[in-house]
């Protein structure tokens, strides 16, 4: 069993620079396979989704070369095949083929998405959007079957903003017949990059990043070259580990619009924090933090997935504050582990009142899901004494190089195989 060690109460200085964004590559590398030429993706992170996608296009019988952090797709010989269920469980995005192969083959055949348990994830909005596109959707136990004889433009409107179901729905739509609308959609950047990506293959997309996107259906995608845009959420977690133990910390490689919700709670709370050329945070922790309230929404409200991080910042503030999580029922599982360290919270359903500021102590923590475990990390860099983070699988999924990027600036972590 591998278990991440962490020893406290080491001041991080240097530079960390972020990778590209998990929650884009996850989407653009099923993109890819709408076109039949090469696709090239840059900045691409090293990170076990990814190395999963990978392994489902070669199960389609693709091409694909990844060195460093350059992907190049080739679909010349794609097949269209049943989406095994170890494969589709491997991760949330697998459900990105769904949306890919109908458009590509007007079949597809996968099981159910795995991803993080923060909550039943049911997809009933993508569903709902290809069947108004014209497909038919057969639920057969834990396996999905979509066909379609030729899928046609539509209005959809969305019940609730969901990143997955407008992504999914516009790679469904990009080659139907006529044009598509999608209302109420959602508004994060990885929906802006995975549209730009398309519409360098050929596809007619206009108003991604806002609640309204237009498809105009198109005959044939091509070639396409795309970068992956930084990983806001890995971003933001060095962010608030530098809030806390930052002495002259670096950020580079970020784009300052996409964190600008945390950006300016942290300001709330006291944290000296200066932009460089919109790409770069240098970062100090103030001696003092000043409690706030922090409610997770949509973008570009306050990131769910940097929900869990904050929560230990707020352990450490001077008084009161008050954290809600109203995108999922069941993102709350790091809470009894911050108790178990030695912190002050009441957790009421989604809410918790977190009084601060408590020491913390090392000891054995599990990480319940993704970013929980980065909770469970940043918790162990404040902690007194030695933290043992299990299930570390869970943050590998989703950060890049992570014991080498906080060795780099001084934190003492490392991992250990039981
Ligand atoms: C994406 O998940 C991200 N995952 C999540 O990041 C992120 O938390 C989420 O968007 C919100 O920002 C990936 O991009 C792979 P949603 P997704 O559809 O697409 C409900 C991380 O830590 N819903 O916007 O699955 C759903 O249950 C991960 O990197 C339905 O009810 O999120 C949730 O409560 C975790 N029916 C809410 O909507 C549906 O058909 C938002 O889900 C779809 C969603």
Redesign the pocket.
């Known amino acids: 069993m591998k278990q991440l060690v962490i020893e406290g109460n080491r001041n991080l200085t240097g530079e960390i620079k972020i990778s590209g964004a998990?929650?884009s590559v996850?989407?653009l590398i099923p993109a890819a396979i709408l076109s039949y030429e090469e696709v090239t993706l840059y900045n691409v992170p090293n990170i076990s989704d990814t190395l999963s996608l990978i392994d489902i296009l070669k199960l389609l019988n693709c091409n694909v070369d990844y060195h460093n952090d350059k992907m190049i797709i080739n679909n010349k010989n794609i097949e269209n095949k049943v989406i095994t269920e170890d494969l589709s469980k491997k991760?949330?995005?697998s459900y990105y083929f769904m949306g890919a192969l109908l458009a590509k083959f007007n079949y597809a055949e996968i099981y159910f998405p795995g991803?993080?348990n923060?909550?039943?994830?049911?997809?009933?909005?993508?569903?709902k959007g290809f069947e108004k596109l014209g497909a038919e959707v057969i639920i057969d136990g834990n396996k999905y079957i979509f066909k379609a004889k030729k899928l046609k433009g539509a209005k959809i409107y969305l019940d609730?903003?969901?990143?997955?179901?407008t992504i999914n729905i516009m790679l469904a739509a990009v080659k139907a017949e006529g044009t598509t609308y999608i209302s109420n959609a959602?508004k994060?950047p990885?929906i802006v990059n995975i549209a730009t990506l398309l519409n360098n293959m050929g596809a007619k997309i206009t108003g991604a990043g806002t609640s309204e996107i237009k498809i105009e259906g198109v005959e044939h995608l091509g070639k396409g070259v795309i970068d992956v845009i930084p990983d806001r959420?890995e971003a933001g977690t060095y962010v608030i580990m530098g809030a806390l133990l930052g002495k002259k910390l670096e950020i580079s490689g970020i784009i300052e619009d996409h964190i600008e919700a945390l950006l300016s709670k942290l300001k709330e709370m006291g944290v000296d924090i200066k932009v460089v050329k919109d790409s770069k945070i240098i970062i100090n922790a103030p001696e003092s933090l000043r409690p706030i309230n922090v409610k997770t929404l949509?973008?570009p409200g306050f990131?769910?997935?940097l929900g869990q991080p904050m929560s230990v910042l707020l352990t450490q503030a001077n008084g009161m504050s008050i954290f809600e999580e109203t995108?999922?029922?069941n993102r709350m599982g790091h809470i009894k582990y911050l108790q178990k360290m030695g912190a002050n919270i009441t957790l009421t359903d989604r809410t918790a009142i977190i009084t601060g500021p408590t020491k913390l102590y090392g000891t054995d923590v599990v990480a319940t899901?993704?970013?929980a475990g980065a909770a469970m990390v940043i918790a162990g860099l404040i902690a007194e004494g030695t933290t043992y983070v299990e299930e570390i699988e869970h943050v590998l999924r989703?950060y890049e190089n992570i014991i080498e990027k906080l060795t780099a600036v001084g934190a003492k972590i490392e991992i250990i195989e039981e």
């Open positions: 998990k929650n996850v989407a991760l949330r995005a991803g993080c923060i909550g039943s994830r049911p997809i009933d909005f993508h569903i609730f903003a969901s990143v997955g179901a959602a994060e990885e959420i949509v973008f990131a769910t997935d995108i999922y029922e899901d993704l970013r989703g």
